[in-house]
C-alpha cells in the first residue's frame, strides 16, 4: 500500500526551504554509494543548521495527530533534506532494513518544491511490476512500505528539493499493520456523532492493543 499524505503545511515548507538558500551541501554519496551513476544528490549536514532543521521536523512529525493515528510510528529516523539540481537522480535501489539502529517499515518523501518548479525527479515505484510515478505538491508526502524497489528519475531542469526519512511501526506485522491504518483512515472520516463511531473506536483500540509493540 502507498499512502499520500498532507504531511507539513506550507508555513513548514517554507520554513525549511528557507534554509536551502544559505546551508552548506554535502555530496549525498557519504551514505550509500559513492557511484554517482547510482546516487547522486546533495544534502545539508552542517553543524550549524541541521541540528535545527532536524529539531522541527521531530517535533512537527510527533504532534503531528493525524499521522501518528493512521500510522502508529514507533520511532524514526534523522530526515534527509536533500536537493536534486539539474541532472541528479537516485538510481533503482531498494532502502537498508535498518537504519539509525532501527527496523525500518515505511519510508517517506515529502516534497518542498512545486512540481513547476523542476523536469523530471519523478519518484517512481516498483509495485507488482507496475511502475507508479509520485511528483507531488510542496508539504505531501509518499508513505510506502521499505523494501518496495523505487527510484528517482533525473532532473533534467529546475531543482528538487525533499526530505526522506524512515520509520518503524508500533504494528510488526505488515499485513495488520496495513488493515489497521486502512481501518483509522476510514475512522477518522466518520463525523463524530455518527451513531457508531465510538463502537469502531473500541474495536481500534482494541486490535492495535493485541498487535502493538511499545
Ligand atoms: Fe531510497
Same mark, same amino acid.
Given at each position: 500500500m502507498i499512502h499520500v499524505f498532507d504531511m507539513l503545511p506550507l508555513s513548514i515548507v517554507k520554513n525549511i526551504t528557507d534554509f536551502y538558500e544559505f546551508c552548506d551541501f554535502t555530496d549525498g554519496s557519504w *551514505?550509500? *554509494?559513492?557511484?554517482?551513476?547510482?546516487? $547522486?544528490?546533495?544534502? #545539508?549536514? /552542517?553543524? #550549524?543548521?541541521?541540528? *535545527?532543521?532536524?529539531?522541527?521536523? /521531530?517535533? $512537527?512529525i510527533s504532534e503531528n495527530a493525524e499521522f501518528n493515528y493512521y500510522f502508529l510510528p514507533r520511532g524514526h !529516523?534523522?530526515?534527509?533534506?536533500?536537493?536534486?539540481?539539474?541532472?541528479?537522480?537516485?538510481?533503482?535501489?531498494?532502502?537498508?532494513?535498518i537504519l539509525d539502529g532501527m527496523k525500518t517499515d515505511y519510508s517517506v518523501t515529502c516534497f518542498l518544491s512545486s512540481p513547476d518548479e523542476y523536469e523530471g525527479g519523478e519518484l517512481v515505484i516498483e509495485v507488482g511490476g507496475k511502475e507508479?510515478? $509520485? @511528483?507531488?505538491?510542496? +508539504?505531501?508526502?509518499? #508513505? $510506502?512500505? !521499505? +523494501?518496495?524497489?523505487? *527510484?528517482? @528519475?533525473?532532473? !533534467? @531542469? +529546475?531543482?528538487?528539493?525533499?526530505i526522506t526519512w524512515w520509520f518503524c511501526s508500533m504494528i510488526d506485522n505488515s499485513r495488520n499493520r496495513e488493515i489497521i491504518t486502512e481501518f483509522s483512515k476510514l475512522l477518522a472520516q466518520l463525523e463524530p456523532e455518527h451513531p457508531l463511531k465510538h463502537k469502531f473506536e473500541t474495536i481500534r483500540h482494541n486490535l492495535i492493543r493485541e498487535n502493538a509493540i511499545i
Open positions: *551514505s550509500g *554509494s559513492a557511484n554517482k551513476e547510482l546516487k $547522486y544528490n546533495e544534502q #545539508i549536514l /552542517d553543524e #550549524i543548521h541541521y541540528p *535545527s532543521l532536524v529539531q522541527l521536523m /521531530d517535533k $512537527y !529516523t534523522h530526515p534527509n533534506f536533500l536537493r536534486y539540481k539539474e541532472g541528479m537522480h537516485y538510481a533503482w535501489h531498494n532502502d537498508m532494513w507508479l510515478e $509520485y @511528483k507531488l505538491n510542496p +508539504g505531501q508526502a509518499v #508513505i $510506502y512500505q !521499505t +523494501g518496495l524497489n523505487h *527510484s528517482v @528519475k533525473k532532473v !533534467t @531542469k +529546475g531543482e528538487r528539493k525533499v
